[in-house]
């Protein structure tokens, strides 16, 4: 760790690195053209609109030579249109995806919201807390002395017992919340969330943001990807533009969404 080391103490920049990506790229390949083979018409249609093309498998170039270095306290925020290579690169930054060029480095174990504590369908609420918890290194004292508050956080309870139900009859927001109250719940040298806040009503935003400010003061650094750019706006005091994978723009989280909005208002759109 001594490249990032020297990185946050060069000239007069005495912060202190969590996360540095040097020239990143990530490639990978997608199958298609398998329900071409299916037959039928659809397939027929397909075919004669390939004009032969090849169906074996496409390389997708999604990030292409990003660098940038994250600091210890920073809320940075992750913005761009779909497939443009936000949450590949997070993937990447947590050692999920392997990078075909460049080097990350990063101080600790970077925890991508969702993944460390995954949870499982078939099980209730209650040991997906456990679950979680112990996946992101608590000990069974300290997830039975934050149990509650856990679900105090996510809101699930509000209206019925739904911690005691498994999580396959859970919302699709309510699956998120609980994720996000499991992670936070510990503190992280590097925590990554991608569109968890997006998922709850303003109450549990507010509460979100306000434990997103209290991981930063205890040292860590938060990546928040999000559409909603008043969300990185409120969260985040840093943003960073990714464009078709390329780094569009790097600064004051008020100034990138401001360029970011510009630039899609501008834009023509799809018929």
Same mark, same amino acid.
């Given at each position: 760790?001594?490249?990032a080391?020297?990185?946050?103490?060069?000239?007069?920049?005495?912060?202190v690195?969590?996360v540095?990506?040097?020239?990143?790229?990530?490639?990978?390949?997608?199958?298609?053209?398998?329900?071409?083979?299916?037959?039928?018409?659809?397939?027929?249609?397909?075919?004669?609109?390939s004009r032969?093309?090849?169906?074996?498998?496409?390389?997708?170039?999604a990030?292409?030579?990003?660098?940038?270095?994250?600091?210890?306290?920073? *809320?940075? !925020?992750? =913005?761009? $249109?779909? +497939?443009?290579?936000?949450?590949?690169?997070?993937? &990447?930054?947590?050692?999920?995806?392997?990078? *075909?060029? !460049?080097? =990350?480095? $990063?101080? +600790?174990?970077?925890?991508?919201?969702?993944?460390? &504590?995954a949870?499982?369908?078939?099980l209730?609420?209650?040991?997906n807390?456990?679950?979680? +918890?112990?996946?992101?290194g608590?000990s069974?004292?300290?997830?039975?002395?934050?149990?509650?508050?856990?679900?105090?956080?996510?809101?699930?309870?509000?209206?019925?017992?739904f911690?005691?139900?498994?999580?396959?009859?859970?919302?699709?927001?309510?699956?998120?919340?609980?994720?996000?109250?499991?992670?936070?719940?510990?503190?992280?040298?590097?925590?990554?969330?991608?569109?968890?806040l997006?998922?709850?009503d303003?109450a549990?935003q507010?509460?979100s943001?306000?434990?997103?400010?209290?991981l930063?003061?205890?040292?860590?650094?938060?990546?928040?990807?999000?559409?909603?750019?008043?969300?990185?706006?409120?969260t985040?005091?840093?943003?960073i533009?990714?464009?078709?994978?390329v780094?569009?723009?790097?600064?004051?989280?008020?100034?990138?969404?401001?360029?970011?909005?510009?630039?899609?208002?501008?834009a023509?759109?799809?018929?």
């Open positions: 760790m001594a490249d080391t020297e990185a946050g103490t060069a000239g007069t920049d005495t912060r690195p969590t540095i990506v040097d020239g990143v790229h990530v490639t990978y390949r997608v199958v298609h053209g398998s329900a071409a083979r299916r037959g039928g018409a659809a397939a027929a249609l397909g075919r004669i609109f032969g093309s090849a169906s074996g498998p496409r390389e997708v170039h990030v292409k030579g990003v660098s940038f270095t994250a600091h210890r306290g920073e *809320a940075i !925020g992750l =913005i761009g $249109s779909n +497939g443009s290579g936000k949450s590949t690169l997070l993937k &990447a930054i947590a050692g999920l995806q392997p990078v *075909a060029r !460049g080097r =990350i480095y $990063s101080h +600790g174990q970077p925890s991508l919201l969702g993944v460390n &504590a949870l499982m369908n078939d209730t609420g209650e040991r807390v456990v679950l979680g +918890g112990l996946a992101m608590m069974r004292r300290q997830i039975r002395d934050r149990y509650a508050g856990i679900v105090d956080f996510s809101g699930i309870n509000e209206k019925g017992d911690i005691s139900l498994p999580m396959r009859t859970y919302s699709s927001g309510m699956g998120a919340r609980l994720r996000f109250s499991i992670a936070a719940a510990k503190d992280h040298d590097v925590l990554m969330i991608d569109e968890a997006a998922t709850g303003a549990f507010r509460r943001q306000a434990r997103i400010e209290e930063r003061e205890h040292a860590g650094t938060v990546f928040l990807v999000s559409h909603a750019i008043n969300t990185v706006r409120e985040c005091d840093r943003a533009w990714l464009d078709s994978g780094l569009r723009m790097d600064g004051p989280a008020a100034e990138v969404c401001t360029a970011y909005e510009a630039s899609t208002h501008s023509p759109t799809d018929a």
